[in-house]
Antibody, heavy 118, light 107 residues
Framework: QVQLQQRGAGLLKPSETLALTCVVS????????WTWIRQSPEEGLEWIGE???????TYNPSLASRVTMSVDPPTSQFSLQLTSVTAADTAIYFC????????????WGQGTLVSVSS | DIQMTQSPSSLSASIGDRVTITCRAS??????LGWYQQKPGKAPERLIY???SLQSGVPSRFSGSGSGTEFTLTISSLQPEDFATYYC?????????FGGGTKVEIK
């Protein structure tokens, strides 16, 4: 079945760039929306944005100025970069898959705890 | 952004109880809503999609209803493995947004 495996650093200093990758296996990569979500006690579940297999992106306006998503279909991977992190970006970050524009989130990665501290 | 308001934020219930969780959207989202279950240290898992469709493999004691702005998740007979936190989420309009969660605890 479809599996999403997350990779990336979990400890950052303020002003650094968060970089996470999600590797998809067990299913096709095209025709889906590849999504990033984060979860913190303060903000709950927060949708960061998503990218499709063509590289078309939609970002949450609240984070858009600092977010870049990319996709690499030949390796079935997609990535998140968040620049200029602060303590407010400390959260568990999840990657996930949506089947189409109005679809729910049917497959999730395991989550990566990202802590921002000086 | 569409605000999703869940109630209650927590509840205590016994095995076998019927449990109902409500989610209200700040504007009409048709049936573009899902329900998710999250256990400690794990990612959320989809239970319900399109407001009332049961995810394959999810026990039939879970059901969803509603459309527009009012939605309900019902667990007909609570089982030990159902103690978790439940979230609603809308995908009608960007940005996608989620409710604050309902923690179901053992009475």
């Amino acid at each position: 079945q479809v599996q999403l495996q997350q990779r990336g650093a979990g400890l950052l200093k303020p002003s650094e760039t968060l970089a996470l990758t999600c590797v998809v296996s067990g299913g096709p990569f095209s025709d889906y929306y590849w999504t990033w979500i984060r979860q913190s006690p303060e903000e709950g579940l927060e949708w960061i944005g998503e990218i499709d297999h063509t590289g078309s992106t939609t970002y949450n306006p609240s984070l858009a100025s600092r977010v870049t998503m990319s996709v690499d279909p030949p390796t079935s991977q997609f990535s998140l970069q968040l620049t200029s992190v602060t303590a407010a970006d400390t959260a568990i970050y999840f990657c996930a898959r949506r089947d189409h524009r109005k679809s729910t989130l049917g497959h999730w990665g395991q989550g990566t705890l990202v802590s921002v501290s000086s | 952004d569409i605000q999703m308001t869940q109630s209650p934020s927590s509840l205590s219930a016994s095995i076998g109880d019927r449990v109902t969780i409500t989610c209200r959207a700040s504007q009409d989202i048709r049936n573009d809503l899902g329900w998710y279950q999250q256990k400690p240290g794990k990612a959320p898992e989809r239970l319900i999609y399109a407001a009332s469709s049961l995810q394959s493999g999810v026990p039939s004691r879970f059901s969803g209803s509603g459309s527009g702005t009012e939605f309900t998740l019902t667990i007909s007979s609570l089982q030990p493995e159902d103690f978790a936190t439940y979230y609603c989420g809308q995908q009608n309009t960007y940005p996608l947004t989620f409710g604050g969660g309902t923690k179901v605890e053992i009475k």
